[in-house]
């Protein structure tokens, strides 16, 4: 077992078998969730993320493993590579500290302490270093004057000497490990402001918190202050914590008469050379720490909001609200084609509001529309207000819903949007991205770049690379956890299934344009660049509505076909049986059954075969259909309703580390802050909520002016 295994082991709390069968499957070139679906016996049922985490570190470890060779090669070439520096670079748990290691090897730009060496003082430095000579420092200096070599006098000499001992002690790894732990532990990070005018940044304009203890949410505050120039930040540090420390490892315990030289020297290389790097190299990791806590939090959010109830069957008209251009107007069948647009004037004073509502009658007429769906952006507020008099002046069941249209404005300027709608102008398109997220979310936020949809924090202040990777798995993952039908599928969502990539899915849909439906998952091995290998990985994520074989309509696996034809007749049931639906007691005949003989029996594991069994007993159906409905309302309701008392039930549109935003339908999102979410303690919001989560909140307080609401869902 190699050494990143026993790493990862560890870290995970991982049984060897777990982590050596999982790095296997990742190296074959298998996806994340066909691990976590269909491979449970070789990982111990490990879930996808737990699978992703791992994948994540173990990326992670592979690339230290490569600096370490790297260093120890460049090192080595130097012919500087001692057993001792082996060990120190094998040892290095962080990229931070092999760079400590590699520092003194590494070509310079000239300093004053390479300046130093130019002019012979090497040997000075290293005697006063030393600090076991009796003669005086500057007696000691006299015989390295050199007027040719611009060193006058002594205590030139002693100075270019102190110099190459500040840049020795600056390159000791040791040292700058522990300068970098003392600075964590002791040291406190201040901003002030850095203009004189009022901003989103005010409560920082005066601010200090121990850098051991400061929220991750207030660093990328901080930072975004900084990099808007309304901060200037630092971390302050009293310097005698770590020069002390440093001459307490260097300083000679015996009286020397360099001893107060090599102190001057410490002193220097600290505040000089160590302290300005050390800050930044703390501010890194104070950054990453927060980011890679808020990219946590926005795939927690994205997985709500991606796995929201889809609500089918229903003809909806999507209104993306508008002032000067008017609100564009799209009507969308049940199966998300598009039927009618138009643009109405509503918004604005001089619009006539009558005019409007007698275009939309007429739409809602015409194609039986039954739903509303409105984007959440600017004139919104308008635009909802008149929808509510609409559906009173309607003699018919009609509801409306706001929705978030986060990313609409991206996708109708994309590519994707100009070839799915080359006769729309952009604002149409996004009328019907924002009737489509209505009636299957997961769907129509595929087309979308996950950075741009909105449910975190401080996103754009994020590696980029790192967010989008965890973003996308994200993605995957929900996309696979639903399944999608492979006869009614856009190529974006393809796209995101298990083995297949953006220009297979297009020919999946080449292939169906050209050869009608498909009937068998086996006819995915005639399209083009889909190999075994793929079809492995994809095959059980797509579902066949009506096809030749019943087992197509499910989530088993092909290769688990033989099984489950086996375990139906075990239970006493047909093919015919789970065509008509007619299994439902399926879970209470497999309970008469010994689970791990039956397992062996039919040559499976124990895991594969429940999975096998729930497949069938949810034949045809989504998973999302099984969590809480979205709300959905026929009147409005303003800020100037609400009273503190008031009990409503709203919908979670985010969440954040010090609480969560839940829209309760006033156009303003109320916040629920972290104290108020529950009455035990919880260290995140995510403990206890997600996106999409339908809940009841009652009213704290309310500010109109500065449009505030503050909820909680302790009372409610």
């Given at each position: 077992?190699?050494?990143?295994?026993?790493?990862?082991?560890?870290?995970?709390?991982?049984?060897?078998?777990?982590?050596?069968?999982?790095?296997?499957?990742?190296?074959?070139?298998?996806?994340?969730?066909?691990?976590a679906?269909?491979?449970?016996?070789?990982?111990?049922?490990?879930?996808?993320?737990?699978?992703?985490?791992?994948?994540?570190?173990?990326?992670?470890?592979?690339?230290?493993?490569?600096?370490?060779?790297?260093?120890?090669?460049?090192?080595?070439?130097?012919?500087?590579l001692?057993?001792?520096?082996?060990?120190?670079?094998?040892?290095?748990k962080?990229?931070?500290?092999?760079?400590?290691?590699?520092?003194?090897?590494?070509?310079?730009?000239?300093?004053?302490?390479?300046?130093?060496?130019?002019?012979g003082?090497?040997?000075?430095?290293?005697?006063?270093?030393?600090?076991?000579?009796?003669?005086?420092?500057?007696?000691?200096?006299?015989?390295?004057?050199?007027?040719?070599?611009?060193?006058?006098?002594?205590?030139?000499?002693?100075?270019?000497?102190?110099?190459?001992?500040?840049?020795?002690?600056?390159?000791?790894?040791?040292?700058?490990?522990?300068?970098?732990?003392?600075?964590?532990?002791?040291?406190?990070?201040?901003?002030?402001?850095?203009?004189?005018?009022?901003?989103?940044?005010?409560?920082?304009?005066?601010?200090?918190?121990?850098?051991?203890?400061?929220?991750?949410?207030?660093?990328?505050?901080?930072?975004?202050?900084?990099?808007?120039?309304?901060?200037?930040?630092?971390?302050?540090?009293?310097?005698?914590?770590?020069?002390?420390?440093?001459?307490?490892?260097?300083?000679?315990?015996?009286?020397?008469?360099?001893?107060?030289?090599?102190?001057?020297?410490?002193?220097?290389?600290?505040?000089?050379?160590?302290?300005?790097?050390?800050?930044?190299?703390?501010?890194n990791?104070?950054?990453?720490?927060?980011?890679?806590?808020?990219?946590?939090?926005?795939?927690?959010?994205?997985?709500?909001?991606?796995?929201?109830?889809?609500?089918?069957?229903?003809?909806?008209?999507?209104?993306?609200?508008?002032?000067?251009?008017?609100?564009?107007?799209?009507?969308?069948d049940?199966?998300?084609?598009?039927?009618?647009?138009?643009?109405?004037?509503c918004?604005?004073?001089?619009?006539?509001?009558?005019?409007?509502?007698?275009?939309?009658?007429?739409?809602?007429?015409?194609?039986?529309?039954?739903?509303?769906?409105?984007?959440?952006?600017?004139?919104?507020k308008?635009?909802?207000?008149?929808?509510?008099?609409?559906?009173?002046?309607?003699?018919?069941?009609?509801?409306?819903?706001?929705?978030?249209?986060?990313?609409?404005?991206?996708?109708?300027?994309?590519?994707?949007?100009?070839?799915?709608f080359?006769?729309?102008?952009?604002?149409?398109?996004?009328?019907?991205?924002?009737?489509?997220?209505?009636?299957?979310?997961?769907?129509?936020?595929?087309?979308?770049?996950?950075?741009?949809?909105?449910?975190?924090?401080?996103?754009h202040?994020?590696?980029?690379?790192?967010?989008?990777?965890?973003?996308?798995?994200?993605?995957?993952?929900?996309?696979?956890?639903?399944?999608?039908?492979?006869?009614?599928?856009?190529?974006?969502?393809?796209?995101?299934?298990?083995?297949i990539?953006?220009?297979?899915?297009?020919?999946?849909?080449?292939?169906?344009?050209?050869?009608?439906?498909?009937?068998?998952?086996?006819?995915?091995?005639?399209?083009?660049?889909?190999?075994?290998?793929?079809?492995?990985?994809?095959?059980?994520?797509?579902?066949?509505?009506?096809?030749?074989?019943?087992f197509?309509?499910?989530?088993?696996?092909?290769?688990?076909?033989?099984?489950?034809?086996?375990?139906?007749?075990?239970?006493?049931?047909?093919?015919?049986?789970?065509?008509?639906?007619?299994?439902?007691?399926?879970?209470?005949?497999?309970?008469?059954?010994?689970?791990?003989?039956?397992?062996?029996e039919?040559?499976?594991?124990v895991?594969?075969?429940?999975?096998?069994?729930?497949?069938?007993?949810?034949?045809?159906?989504?998973?999302?259909?099984?969590?809480?409905?979205?709300?959905?309302?026929s009147?409005?309701?303003?800020?100037?309703?609400?009273?503190?008392?008031?009990v409503?039930?709203?919908?979670?549109?985010?969440?954040?580390?010090?609480?969560?935003?839940?829209?309760?339908?006033?156009?303003?999102?109320?916040?629920?802050?972290?104290?108020?979410?529950?009455?035990?303690?919880?260290?995140?919001?995510?403990?206890?909520?997600?996106?999409?989560?339908?809940?009841?909140?009652?009213?704290?307080?309310?500010?109109?002016?500065?449009?505030r609401?503050?909820?909680?869902?302790?009372?409610?």
């Amino acid at each position: 077992m190699d050494k990143i295994a026993k790493i990862l082991m560890e870290e995970f709390s991982l049984k060897e078998f777990q982590v050596t069968n999982t790095l296997k499957l990742i190296d074959e070139g298998n996806t994340i969730p066909f691990i976590a679906r269909y491979r449970k016996e070789a990982t111990g049922e490990l879930s996808d993320e737990v699978l992703r985490n791992l994948h994540t570190r173990l990326m992670a470890l592979r690339s230290l493993q490569e600096k370490r060779e790297e260093i120890t090669r460049l090192i080595d070439e130097q012919g500087k590579l001692t057993d001792e520096l082996s060990v120190a670079i094998e040892n290095a748990k962080t990229i931070t500290e092999l760079d400590d290691i590699y520092r003194p090897y590494r070509p310079k730009r000239r300093t004053r302490a390479t300046i130093a060496k130019e002019k012979g003082l090497e040997p000075l430095a290293d005697i006063i270093f030393a600090q076991d000579n009796k003669e005086d420092v500057l007696s000691l200096a006299l015989s390295y004057i050199d007027i040719e070599k611009d060193v006058e006098t002594a205590e030139d000499a002693v100075q270019g000497a102190m110099d190459i001992i500040a840049e020795i002690i600056s390159d000791n790894a040791d040292f700058r490990k522990s300068i970098r732990e003392l600075t964590i532990k002791n040291g406190t990070l201040t901003s002030k402001s850095a203009k004189d005018e009022d901003s989103v940044y005010s409560m920082y304009y005066d601010f200090q918190e121990p850098v051991n203890k400061i929220a991750n949410h207030r660093i990328l505050a901080i930072n975004r202050g900084e990099k808007d120039g309304f901060l200037s930040a630092k971390i302050t540090l009293e310097e005698s914590i770590c020069t002390d420390f440093i001459k307490s490892q260097v300083l000679s315990k015996q009286p020397s008469t360099s001893r107060d030289t090599v102190s001057l020297a410490i002193d220097d290389s600290y505040s000089r050379l160590i302290a300005p790097s050390v800050e930044t190299e703390v501010r890194n990791i104070l950054t990453e720490r927060a980011s890679d806590s808020a990219i946590k939090v926005f795939a927690k959010n994205l997985t709500g909001l991606l796995l929201q109830p889809p609500i089918k069957g229903r003809t909806v008209l999507g209104l993306d609200p508008g002032y000067r251009t008017g609100c564009k107007v799209a009507v969308v069948d049940d199966t998300g084609k598009v039927l009618d647009t138009n643009v109405v004037y509503c918004t604005l004073p001089n619009h006539d509001k009558d005019k409007a509502k007698t275009i939309l009658k007429n739409l809602i007429i015409k194609h039986n529309v039954n739903l509303i769906s409105i984007g959440n952006g600017t004139a919104s507020k308008e635009s909802e207000i008149l929808v509510a008099e609409l559906i009173k002046e309607i003699d018919r069941e009609l509801f409306y819903m706001m929705v978030s249209e986060a990313g609409a404005s991206v996708y109708s300027a994309s590519k994707l949007a100009t070839e799915e709608f080359p006769e729309f102008d952009v604002s149409l398109r996004s009328a019907v991205s924002i009737a489509r997220r209505l009636q299957d979310p997961l769907a129509e936020l595929v087309k979308i770049d996950p950075k741009a949809i909105g449910v975190g924090q401080y996103q754009h202040d994020m590696n980029q690379k790192k967010l989008g990777e965890s973003l996308g798995g994200v993605v995957e993952d929900c996309v696979n956890s639903v399944g999608v039908d492979l006869n009614t599928a856009s190529p974006s969502l393809l796209s995101y299934i298990s083995g297949i990539n953006l220009s297979i899915a297009k020919n999946i849909t080449a292939y169906r344009e050209e050869n009608g439906k498909f009937t068998d998952r086996k006819q995915l091995l005639k399209v083009s660049k889909l190999g075994p290998k793929a079809f492995e990985q994809c095959a059980g994520f797509l579902r066949i509505t009506d096809g030749k074989n019943v087992f197509d309509n499910t989530s088993v696996h092909p290769e688990s076909y033989s099984v489950a034809k086996e375990l139906l007749s075990k239970l006493g049931f047909t093919e015919a049986d789970l065509i008509e639906g007619n299994i439902s007691d399926l879970k209470e005949r497999l309970q008469k059954f010994n689970i791990t003989e039956l397992a062996n029996e039919l040559r499976t594991g124990v895991p594969t075969l429940r999975d096998i069994a729930d497949g069938l007993l949810k034949k045809g159906r989504d998973p999302r259909e099984e969590l809480p409905k979205p709300v959905l309302m026929s009147d409005v309701m303003s800020m100037e309703d609400l009273k503190p008392g008031m009990v409503m039930t709203g919908t979670v549109r985010n969440v954040i580390d010090f609480g969560a935003f839940v829209d309760i339908g006033v156009h303003q999102d109320g916040l629920v802050h972290i104290s108020q979410i529950c009455d035990r303690f919880i260290k995140h919001p995510l403990d206890v909520l997600s996106v999409g989560d339908v809940v009841k909140v009652k009213i704290i307080d309310v500010d109109v002016k500065k449009k505030r609401i503050s909820l909680t869902m302790k009372e409610a």
